[in-house]
């Protein structure tokens, strides 16, 4: 029997790909606790082996485990949901704003958000701000375009700079008026007449120079600004959606593979604007 010779570029290519493979099974060994955050585990551990007994269709088989899992994803989700103290206990990631700190794709996993928690530097106003336009009270400082403080006005006209800072717990709020979910920092925490709000800012410098409320004049009749902005008003801390606490890398890619790209793809020929190589 001929012996092949054995190629040069081998000793450099397998063990790449058995590298590969090693680094594979210890991402998978040590996210394994996902599995019971997955619906068909549970389908696989208490369906599955009963309806094996009944038939062997396997259109019968395919479909209890699609009307089963959706079940126990429901049952999934609602449980984390009274566990954290919130009704969206998982979120997507969407876009850029984040990076380098959450990239698109990431899961994020919330908690129910408290007056008491840190939302960068505290300031006292002796005023109401909740229907109140940012522009009203609040005055952002730039530098090379970017910002780097924040001036607030108080009633009686005392005035108190706030340098940016990027410590503040990440939170997911109701943008106004889209009612888009954003995923954002908390840079300032505002001790006001009518409550605890919050300002906030996308860690990406480069597409997120100001924060978010940062909406130049406003026509408040209908809903309009001079410059484009997220949010009109500062986030009252009683209505987050909530703050992460936790989050696992590029799970939710899947998601936005057969939505959001794909649907890009189809309608403007081109995947969104802020997929990032990945996802």
């Known amino acids: 029997m001929p012996k092949f010779k054995k190629k040069s570029s081998d000793k450099f290519v397998l063990p790449f790909f058995k590298e590969i493979s090693l680094l594979l099974a210890k991402i998978g060994e040590k996210f394994s606790f996902l599995k019971w955050f997955d619906p068909f585990t549970y389908v696989d551990i208490f369906v599955m082996p009963r309806v094996k007994k009944v038939t062997t ?3 019968v088989e395919m ?3 699609i009307f089963f899992a959706l079940i126990f994803a429901f049952a999934i989700y609602s449980l984390l949901g009274i566990i954290f103290g919130t009704q969206t206990p998982l979120v997507i990631v969407y876009s850029a704003s984040m990076e380098n700190t959450f990239f698109r794709g990431d899961v994020m996993a919330l908690t129910r958000a408290n007056v008491s928690d840190n939302f960068g530097e505290e300031v006292f106003l002796t005023r109401s701000i909740g229907e109140v ?3 009203d009270y609040v005055t952002p400082n730039y530098s090379l375009g970017r910002l780097i403080s924040l001036t607030f006005k108080d009633s009686n006209g005392a005035t108190q700079e706030v340098l ?3 410590n503040g717990n990440v939170v997911v709020y109701p943008a106004f008026p889209s009612g888009l979910p954003i995923i ?3 840079i300032v925490k505002i001790n006001a007449n009518d409550g605890v709000f919050i300002l906030t800012k996308g860690d990406n410098m480069s597409t997120n120079p100001t924060f978010d409320q940062d909406c130049g004049n406003i026509t408040p009749e209908l809903n309009l600004s001079q410059k484009p902005c997220i949010s009109f008003y500062a986030n009252k801390v009683d209505n987050l959606v909530g703050k992460t606490f936790f989050m696992v890398p ?3 890619c899947v998601k936005l593979w057969l939505l959001d790209d794909l649907f890009s793809l189809i309608q403007t020929g081109a995947l969104p604007r802020d997929f990032t190589g990945f996802c």
């Open 57 to 59: 269709n396997e259109y």
């Open 63 to 65: 479909g209890v485990n």
């Open 133 to 135: 336009p940012t522009i």
């Open 164 to 166: 940016l800072a990027h």
């Open 184 to 186: 954002h920092r908390g």
């Open 250 to 252: 590029k799970v939710g």
